[in-house]
């Protein structure tokens, strides 16, 4: 399985920008069983929980945030094109990091490897 990112750039504060990330690979009904999520690598800094959206017949269920991106970032996703979004709304310069998709884990074991990320800058 691969995780392609993009949709990331360069943008000033108070931009928008929509990240995708498409999961090639036989794998649809494994796609649609999973809780997925995006994550973001501030630099020099840890990876980190950004958003989740959980399993669902078509299009996912609930969705979590961390606390400095609610309001602003929507998660969502589209199971028949193996495909995981992330709208990014009011952008903060805190916000620049390498961003990336993989299924939710909340012991941090990912059965898929990791893609490459796309680089999201906010200029102050």
């Known amino acids: 399985v691969q995780l392609q990112a993009s949709g990331g750039g360069l943008v000033q504060a108070g931009g928008s920008l929509r990240l995708s990330c498409v999961a090639s690979g036989s794998i649809f009904s494994t796609f649609r069983g999973k809780d997925m999520a995006w994550y973001r690598q501030p630099p020099g800094k840890e990876r980190e929980l950004v958003a989740r959206?959980?399993?669902?017949?078509?299009?996912?269920?609930?969705?979590n945030y961390r606390d400095s991106v609610k309001g602003r970032f929507t998660i969502s996703r589209d199971n028949g094109k193996k495909s995981v979004y992330l709208q990014m709304n009011t952008l903060k310069p805190e916000d620049t990091a390498v961003h990336y998709c993989n299924e939710y884990s909340p012991i941090g074991s990912y059965a898929w490897s990791w893609g490459q990320g796309t680089l999201v800058t906010v200029s102050s």
């Open positions: 959206v959980t399993s669902g017949p078509t299009g996912g269920g609930e969705s």
